[in-house]
């Protein structure tokens, strides 16, 4: 916790960024170095890992825990497996990474599924198979994907019948309510089109029934997104690396922020680092002790940030969205070794060592 908030990160990576899992050549380190390229631009000063090759390596599910919980005032995290196999070998995130989080954290990690829709019936029942073992509280899904000896990009939209329906579908039957989709934020030098967010109200209009949460909400296509959170009611949206900007770039969170509270108030918004992209302490730190909205965007928002709408932020929404019991969370993780840790006070960043992580 940090104060009196119980803090959710709802987005987690535990990347493999290492060269030797590149699969799609030039796209795949383009990806590689658009991620350290947000760390570097958007890490404070001693949180930031200069060297390229200390960033770009498989990170292991244990140091992502460690810096979550240990280094960090997380109490609860949510790791998405990443379907992007047309660009690295194990999808970047890769399913038994998320497997092992769910084995070895069970009361610290909640888990999302992830497909590609373009694969048609192959990702139908490659959904079922993370279902069962993974028994997931979401599906992450991406926009795009590399198609082709070309490694052509293609998209497809939230509202397509064909190709995005029948995923919705089989999610609702399998249980999946919550469906996060990667957008506003380009994966490269790529065409722009998949990451707006116009398809996602047909979505949340024909399954009335799922959740839809919009990831990367308000690094781009700010007021398209408040809409989509003021007309649906299942709609919500995800700081991912936006949350991360109050760091070294506080007026284009305040006005991103701003922008989402405008249209549709502070309930629909949750917290997400995307770590290990950077390090989360620091921008939940500055949000909690010292973030305001400056008076003209007070009268934007129509409101100011105050300690009750960042606990909402932080972990409550989160917690409500996906069926979270916080004080059942709270009881088990009290004692448990990543609390035994911190009680012994708050390592320095990147502390991991193979000798020192909770299990």
């Avoid at 590689?32 to 760390?39: D, E, K, S, W």
């Amino acid at each position: 916790m940090i104060g009196d908030a119980f803090v959710v990160d709802a987005v987690t990576h535990a990347y493999n960024l290492h060269p030797s899992n590149y699969r799609a050549g030039r796209y795949a380190e383009s990806l590689a170095q658009l991620i350290f390229g947000l760390h570097t631009g958007f890490s404070g000063d001693g949180y930031r890992i200069e060297q390229a090759e200390r960033f770009l390596k498989d990170w292991s599910v244990k140091e992502l825990a460690r810096i979550l919980f240990v280094e960090s005032d997380i109490d609860l995290a949510v790791h998405h497996v990443l379907p992007l196999q047309t660009l690295y070998s194990d999808g970047l995130c890769s399913f038994e990474k998320t497997l092992a989080l769910r084995k070895l954290y069970p009361d610290r990690f909640l888990v999302y599924a992830g497909v590609d829709p373009l694969r048609g019936t192959a990702a139908l029942e490659e959904l079922e198979q993370q279902v069962e073992a993974l028994k997931p509280s979401g599906l992450k899904l991406y926009p795009a994907a590399w198609l082709g000896e070309s490694f052509r990009h293609t998209g497809w939209r939230m509202d397509d019948p064909t190709i995005a329906f029948p995923l919705f579908e089989r999610a609702r039957k399998l249980g999946i309510k919550n469906i996060a989709v990667h957008k506003g934020l380009p994966m490269g030098a790529v065409p722009l089109e998949p990451y707006k967010v116009d398809d996602i109200g047909g979505a949340a209009d024909a399954f009335p029934e799922l959740n839809f949460e919009i990831v990367h909400g308000g690094m781009a296509f700010l007021d398209e997104t408040g809409m989509q959170l003021s007309l649906f009611p299942n709609v919500y949206v995800n700081l991912e690396v936006t949350g991360a900007l109050i760091v070294k770039r506080e007026r284009w969170f305040a006005e991103a922020l701003a922008g989402l509270l405008k249209w549709a108030g502070p309930s629909k918004i949750m917290w997400g680092s995307g770590s290990v992209f950077c390090h989360p302490q620091p921008a939940l730190r500055k949000f909690w002790n010292d973030f305001q909205l400056p008076d003209d965007l007070v009268s934007v928002a129509g409101m100011q940030v105050t300690p009750e709408v960042k606990r909402m932020i932080l972990g409550e929404n989160y917690a409500r969205y996906a069926g979270i019991d916080i004080a059942a969370a709270k009881a088990r993780i009290a004692h448990d070794a990543f609390s035994k840790e911190r009680a012994n006070g708050t390592p320095g960043p990147y502390s991991f060592r193979e000798e020192h992580h909770a299990d």
